[in-house]
């Protein structure tokens, strides 16, 4: 290990402070069309273990076994009892509650668990992060590491664009590492630094998640090293580089070892020239998963286009929160403005309504997104960054306030509801300024969306003294505030907007310097 001041300690993994999971992906079974890509897996031998370190025997002994985990075969369904995976982690997908794999699932794992790189097309919602995180657990589990072991050393890591999305697959590896001895750990911007390094000062690190910017940061400090990774996934390449985070990424992954040395699996919404030209570059041989966009956007997924006038839009909205059928629901806006506006006129009006963006702080977002999950907030609203990778059980509706301007973002903010296999609805509002957003949305689809104008009752215009009746999605209207408790609530808490805008400045230099 180079230039690693840090002592070697005991290789027994500490899970004392294993953080309990919130939940695991919810894995859709859906109807998805898969392509698969074979050329290079009849050229490409599997990865030698002799290019990574010593490894020893998988962990033995469990009281539990696959007599108490029974799925029968079902016909053009795989099962994960298909794939020779370690116990633990049968245990840990039979708590989960997964029986069959998803589309993405059933093709990549024959090849990811031979040691192949992927290149894989799948949207959020298709289960692709059970698909690597298994890989990497199963990955783990078999090779365990012979001799001494270096507190910050990272045997696997995961790259995603954003927080929220990095602290949901943290907490889907917990949940599937429950029977076993394995650390995780997530390194996002927003939280304490401090903090976090002192969780990998205490333990062992065998998945590590994390944003660009942060994880530089990490290793650029010398507190994280990435020279003995095994696996690395890129996720959701197609918004890293959207993002402007391809600079970063590329600083990290030229602190893995080299591509032949290490599995690589790169996901992505869309294959364009760019994203495929990274992918040639920073994975060996890979095989091509491919997943239909289009089944995994509507075969659980009632749409409908509303089609409105900008001055009749939150009248709508509102009309539609107060029906009996609403029970959970994302509401989705382009710009940080427009969502901090709509979430302050909704507070007002009664409902108790959370905000998801970039400009709130990170502390307040963890805890905003968890009332949201444990169903004490209803409804939520969320830019499209901080919205993406949200996976929350029960969401009924998702609306779409304003169109989104990339057709893609549009799946993935459907794909918020109608998970799990239950069903759900998604509402877009298309009026004068965004109407024409519609066509390519429907190009992506390959599928014409009906567009309807709004019946006249939900363009009925809210009174400016509304005091809404008790229903599920509300609450008691706010009592009148004090000018000063008003002027207190406008100040952000001074260490949360040092953090943010440390981080900020921190990724605006990486990448100008490239």
């Given amino acids: 290990m180079t230039e690693n001041n840090s002592a070697p300690t005991d290789t027994t993994p500490d899970t004392s402070d294993t953080e309990v999971a919130t939940a695991a992906e919810a894995a859709v079974n859906t109807k998805a069309e898969v392509t698969v890509d074979t050329k290079t897996e009849n050229s490409q031998a599997e990865k030698s273990s002799s290019n990574r370190r010593s490894r020893g025997r998988g962990r033995g002994g469990s009281s539990w076994d696959l007599s108490q985990f029974e799925v029968a075969p079902e016909e053009g369904k795989v099962r994960f009892h298909d794939f020779d995976l370690p116990l633990p982690l049968m245990r840990g997908i039979q708590d989960t509650g997964f029986k069959f794999c998803t589309p993405i699932q059933g093709a990549s794992l024959p090849h990811t668990l031979n040691g192949h790189d992927i290149v894989g097309k799948a949207q959020t919602g298709t289960g692709k992060t059970a698909a690597f995180l298994i890989n990497i657990i199963t990955d783990l589990l078999k090779h365990p590491i012979e001799g001494d072991r270096y507190m910050g050393e990272a045997r696997s890591l995961i790259l995603a664009p954003t927080r929220e999305l990095a602290i949901q697959i943290a907490d889907d590896a917990v949940a599937l590492l429950k029977h076993t001895k394995l650390n995780v750990h997530c390194l996002v911007g927003g939280m304490d630094y401090g903090k976090q390094l002192q969780k990998m000062q205490k333990m062992h690190c065998d998945i590590l998640v994390g944003t660009p910017g942060r994880l530089l940061d990490?290793?650029?400090n010398r507190d994280v090293y990435l020279d003995q990774v095994e696996v690395m996934v890129i996720d959701e390449a197609d918004r890293m580089?959207?993002?402007?985070?391809?600079?970063?990424?590329?600083?990290?992954?030229?602190?893995?070892?080299?591509?032949?040395?290490?599995?690589?699996?790169?996901?992505?919404?869309?294959?364009?020239?760019?994203?495929?030209?990274?992918?040639?570059?920073?994975?060996?041989?890979?095989?091509?998963?491919?997943?239909?966009?289009?089944?995994?956007?509507?075969?659980?997924?009632?749409?409908?286009?509303?089609?409105?006038?900008?001055?009749?839009?939150?009248?709508?909205?509102?009309?539609?929160?107060?029906?009996?059928?609403?029970?959970?629901?994302?509401?989705?806006?382009?710009?940080?403005?427009?969502c901090r506006t709509l979430q302050e006129k909704l507070n007002k009006k009664g409902f108790k309504a959370g905000l998801l963006s970039g400009d709130v702080p990170q502390n307040r977002r963890m805890k905003t997104l968890e009332s949201f999950k444990s169903g004490a907030t209803k409804v939520m609203v969320a830019t499209d960054v901080a919205g993406r990778g949200i996976h929350v059980d029960g969401v009924s509706h998702v609306i779409n306030y304003t169109l989104p301007e990339e057709p893609e973002d549009y799946v993935h903010r459907i794909g918020r509801t109608g998970r799990a296999g239950s069903t759900g609805t998604s509402i877009s509002f298309a009026c004068e300024d965004d109407a024409f957003l519609l066509e390519p949305i429907e190009k992506l689809l390959d599928m014409k969306l009906a567009c309807t104008m709004p019946e006249e009752k939900l363009l009925q215009?809210?009174?400016?003294?509304?005091?809404?009746?008790?229903?599920?999605?509300?609450?008691?209207?706010?009592?009148?505030?004090?000018?000063?408790?008003?002027?207190?609530?406008?100040?952000?808490?001074?260490?949360?907007q040092k953090e943010e805008q440390k981080e900020e400045q921190s990724q605006e230099k990486t990448v100008s310097e490239d």
Wanted: charged share 30%; hydrophobic share 35%; aromatic share 6%.
């Fill in 241 to 338: 580089l959207d993002m402007g985070f391809i600079p970063q990424v590329r600083r990290l992954v030229n602190l893995t070892p080299k591509r032949e040395d290490r599995q690589t699996l790169l996901f992505s919404a869309t294959f364009t020239p760019e994203i495929l030209r990274l992918s040639g570059t920073w994975t060996d041989k890979p095989v091509t998963v491919e997943i239909g966009a289009e089944r995994v956007a509507t075969d659980t997924v009632e749409q409908k286009v509303y089609i409105t006038t900008a001055s009749e839009k939150f009248a709508l909205l509102h009309n539609i929160l107060v029906g009996d059928d609403v029970d959970s629901v994302m509401i989705f806006a382009n710009r940080r403005d427009i």
């Fill in 218 to 220: 990490f290793a650029n």
């Fill in 461 to 496: 215009p809210v009174p400016s003294n509304y005091k809404p009746a008790a229903r599920k999605l509300k609450v008691d209207a706010a009592p009148e505030q004090s000018t000063e408790q008003k002027s207190a609530q406008k100040e952000e808490p001074k260490e949360e």
